[in-house]
């Protein structure tokens, strides 16, 4: 399903600022996630855009762990398969189209689950966020994070009630330029 389904849905054409190496500096994956993911871990990077997040995922869970990288963009999987073969990192990321009502990952079950600046994208919030938190182990985690010029404060609480609404449990702020976010455990 491409973005004509919901207008808000960040068209492939971003990509290249996506992956771009300035956006690096700015929002360093590593820096950002190396604290909640570990070498075996199952991660899942949801609405990976063109996988700017996903190879970094990869190479935090290394050979024995996997990346789901999940759009519902068959170009933002595209761009993400081949940013992860020039990273040499493609082995460990399993490309997953999604709809826009359905992440279609009803028998996987994730250590970390990752969702950069796209919830607000979400048609029906509440359902992805029961389905999130289905989809984290116990002791799980979920990165969550919503750009600040998109969401503002009272939405973003309305949101985060949302998420314990689901069963996710706040448990630390994310405070970044331009941001706001929470890591929930389950």
Same mark, same amino acid.
């Given at each position: 399903m491409h973005n004509h389904a919901h207008p808000d849905v960040c068209p492939a054409k971003?990509?290249?600022?996506?992956n771009s190496?300035? #956006? !690096? $500096?700015? /929002?360093?994956? #590593? !820096? $950002?996630? /190396?604290?909640?993911? !570990?070498?075996?871990?199952?991660a899942v990077d949801l609405g990976c855009g063109g996988g700017f997040f996903s190879v970094e995922l990869a190479k935090l869970v290394?050979?024995?762990?996997?990346?789901?990288?999940v759009d519902l963009q068959p170009e933002m999987l595209e761009f993400t398969r081949e940013y992860a073969r020039k990273n040499g990192v493609?082995?460990?990321?399993?490309?997953?189209?999604?709809a826009a009502n359905?992440?279609?990952?009803?028998?996987?079950e994730a250590d970390f689950v990752l969702a950069f600046y796209m919830v607000h994208e979400v048609p029906d919030r509440q359902r992805?966020?029961?389905?999130?938190?289905a989809l984290l182990k116990p002791g799980g985690c979920f990165y969550w994070i919503e750009p600040s010029f998109h969401v503002k404060a009272k939405?973003?609480?309305?949101?985060?009630g949302e998420?314990?609404?689901?069963?996710?449990?706040?448990?630390?702020?994310?405070?970044?330029?331009?941001?706001?976010g929470m890591v929930f455990t389950i």
């Open positions: 971003c990509v290249k600022w996506l190496p300035i #956006r !690096k $500096l700015i /929002q360093n994956p #590593r !820096k $950002l996630l /190396q604290d909640y993911v !570990k070498p075996g871990f199952t290394g050979a024995t762990g996997k990346v789901i990288s493609l082995n460990r990321i399993t490309l997953h189209p999604c359905d992440l279609k990952l009803d028998s996987l992805f966020l029961n389905q999130v938190a939405q973003f609480q309305q949101m985060l998420a314990q609404s689901a069963g996710l449990i706040p448990k630390i702020p994310i405070k970044r330029l331009l941001s706001r």
